[in-house]
């Protein structure tokens, strides 16, 4: 089917669940559009009940719980609840294996201890993530796809764990992003539902040859679990008239964020156009290629998009961006992937281009891929 673009912005109607209204716009910007409707000061007597439900059902010294990785929206997130709404978080923070991690993204964590919040690190095994990392590429063409359910798992396994009623998420991703599962409110108890983690089920890797005992950090809890825990998600976000990208980079930085520098800020070299996201990673910027490949759209689309939204860009502007940038990934950090992997170039590129999915790719006349449906 062909691709279309929304009329608004620059979202492809190749995005998995993308959703679009008969006039030809995405949701994000349906939902941006009532934006200005929104009665703030509601929703902000609902999260000050939330909280206060958080108070009272806490079972220990936390009355709720931040995953962060360090990056903008953790930084925002964690001190908008400890100082604004004046509650006791615990952050959780899932450590990439040493090789993966970048020196930026262990400052940046360093940061946020050094503001005073209690962080509790949990730290999959390495090898095993290294391997899940693999199967992952070599079985589904997507890097994180496996390994990033540890981001996911170990937040309510830790509130459980730990008697902490409430845990709270920044973006509801549906309204961002678009996607049809999941709420479009601020209840974030879905989240089993959402594209990322629906048949997020272990017993596939078990089947594979991965040992139960090494996966535990990969398993969301069960419906059970969440009830037994009597766990609630909150989005933050949904709350917070400006909790945007914007906004969360300033805050970060004015508290001592530190950003992409140099040849790793280049959009010609990451497909990305914010120095300030995915900080703590290099290997992110290959997914975005290889989902690509797959979907014909990557980070560049995504970024400007939220920013014709809030009026950054024109669309036209965004357009040249997209042309310019997207998909885009240095051969530096794919060297580095195969080293990190312990597979061949050749090995990757084959995996690569057999997920190039040719109803939204062809060969032009200077023998070089195209999409084959270019947003105009
Ligand atoms: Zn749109």
Redesign the pocket.
């Known amino acids: 089917m062909p691709v279309v673009y929304?009329k608004?912005?620059c979202?492809p109607s190749s995005r998995p669940d993308a959703q679009f209204t008969k006039e030809g716009?995405?949701l994000?910007?349906t939902y941006f559009e009532k934006f200005g409707e929104i009665d703030w000061e509601s929703r902000q007597k609902e999260l000050k009940e939330i909280c206060d439900w958080g108070r009272e059902h806490a079972k220990g010294p936390y009355d709720c719980i931040i995953g962060v990785s360090g990056g903008k929206d953790s930084h925002r997130q964690a001190f908008y609840v400890r100082d604004e709404l004046k509650m006791r978080p615990l952050l959780v923070s899932v450590a990439y294996p040493p090789e993966q991690q970048t020196e930026r993204g262990a400052a940046n964590l360093a940061n946020l201890i050094n503001h005073g919040f209690d962080v509790h690190m949990v730290g999959p095994g390495p090898l095993t993530s290294k391997a899940l990392m693999k199967h992952s590429f070599t079985k589904d063409c997507n890097l994180f796809k496996i390994t990033e359910l540890a981001l996911y798992a170990a937040m309510p396994r830790e509130a459980i764990a730990q008697g902490i009623p409430l845990m709270f998420l920044g973006e509801n991703p549906a309204l961002q992003y678009g996607g049809v599962n999941g709420s479009l409110s601020g209840d974030g108890n879905q989240q089993r539902k959402s594209h990322t983690l629906a048949g997020a089920d272990i017993n596939p890797l078990i089947e594979s040859g991965f040992k139960r005992q090494n996966l535990f950090w990969y398993d969301y809890p069960s419906e059970e679990d969440f009830e037994r825990g009597n766990l609630r998600i909150v989005y933050l976000g949904f709350y917070m008239h400006d909790f945007n990208e914007i906004m969360n980079t300033e805050f970060a930085i004015n508290k001592g964020l530190q950003v992409r520098e140099g040849i790793d800020a280049d959009p010609a070299e990451t497909g990305a156009l914010n120095v300030a996201e995915a900080l703590d990673d290099e290997f992110v910027h290959i997914n975005q290629f290889l989902k690509c490949l797959k979907f014909g759209f990557g980070k560049v689309t995504q970024q400007v998009?939220s920013r014709i939204r809030v009026g950054q860009y024109t669309r036209d502007e965004a357009i040249e961006l997209v042309r310019k940038y997207d998909g885009k990934c240095s051969d530096r950090y794919i060297k580095t992937l195969c080293r990190y992997l312990s597979i061949s170039e050749d090995e990757f590129w084959e995996i690569a281009e057999d997920y190039r999915d040719p109803d939204l790719w062809q060969v032009n006349n200077h023998g070089e891929w195209e999409l084959r449906y270019k947003i105009s």
Do not use: D
């Open positions: 929304c608004k912005c979202e716009v995405c994000p910007c998009s």
